[in-house]
């Protein structure tokens, strides 16, 4: 999940930061969302960029 956040971070820091503090942290279901979609970018993001 850091890989993905360090990733995120190249993009939008406001999103980055969302992420850290709120999603990983919290435990709600709206926040387990995020984290499933945040593993689901991180796989899509080590397949496809990272090639």
Do not use: C, H, P
């Not at 930061?17 to 919290?26: A, H, N, R």
Request: charged share 25%.
């Amino acid at each position: 999940m850091k890989k993905a956040i360090e990733n995120i971070t190249k993009i939008d820091n406001e999103m980055a930061s969302f992420l850290q503090d709120k999603v990983l942290k919290e435990q709600n279901m709206v926040y387990t969302q995020y984290r499933i979609r945040l593993f689901l970018f991180s796989i899509w993001w080590g397949k496809w960029i990272n090639i």
